[in-house]
């Protein structure tokens, strides 16, 4: 089903873009707004909807449902998984081993050195 959606979708999307490519831009018509003969204003009405606009809409439309389409089919997908035969691995217990650790001894204040000739005090 997404697969029969998803070559819909290329295929508007190539239409699409075609049709976009094929029309003419509004300033295409602007030389013949100042003398040409023609019918139309400078910024007035564009006169009835040619055939290449009504696509455009057509296309546009059916893009934007196969592109809903293929969003609801991708957070709905039920696909096997090749990690549902692997479990999980078990964690083993961190435990503290004291034979691993050096022992602490207290530090002891260094006893005063005395040497031959002085006195005692």
Same mark, same amino acid.
């Given at each position: 089903?997404? $697969?029969?959606?998803?070559?819909?979708?290329? $295929?508007?999307?190539?239409?699409?873009?075609m $049709?976009?490519?094929?029309q003419?831009?509004?300033?295409a018509?602007?030389?013949?707004?100042?003398?040409?003969g023609?019918?139309?204003?400078?910024?007035?009405?564009?006169?009835?909807?040619?055939?290449?606009?009504?696509?455009?809409?057509?296309?546009?439309?059916?893009?934007?449902?196969?592109?809903?389409?293929?969003?609801?089919?991708?957070?709905h997908?039920?696909?096997?998984? $090749?990690?549902?035969?692997?479990?999980?691995?078990?964690?083993?217990?961190v435990?503290?081993?004291?034979?691993?650790?050096?022992?602490?001894?207290?530090?002891?204040?260094?006893?005063?050195?005395?040497?031959?000739?002085?006195?005692?005090?």
């Open positions: 089903m997404s $697969i029969l959606v998803v070559v819909i979708h290329v $295929i508007v999307c190539v239409a699409l873009i $049709i976009v490519l094929l003419t831009g509004k300033g018509d602007m030389g013949a707004a100042f003398g040409g023609s019918g139309q204003t400078l910024f007035g009405s564009t006169g009835a909807s040619t055939f290449l606009s009504k696509a455009t809409t057509v296309v546009a439309i059916m893009f934007m449902v196969t592109s809903l389409g293929l969003a609801y089919l991708s957070s997908r039920t696909g096997n998984s $090749i990690m549902t035969d692997i479990k999980a691995p078990i964690e083993q217990p435990t503290s081993d004291k034979s691993d650790q050096p022992e602490a001894t207290p530090s002891q204040p260094a006893e005063p050195v005395q040497t031959e000739g002085e006195p005692q005090g």
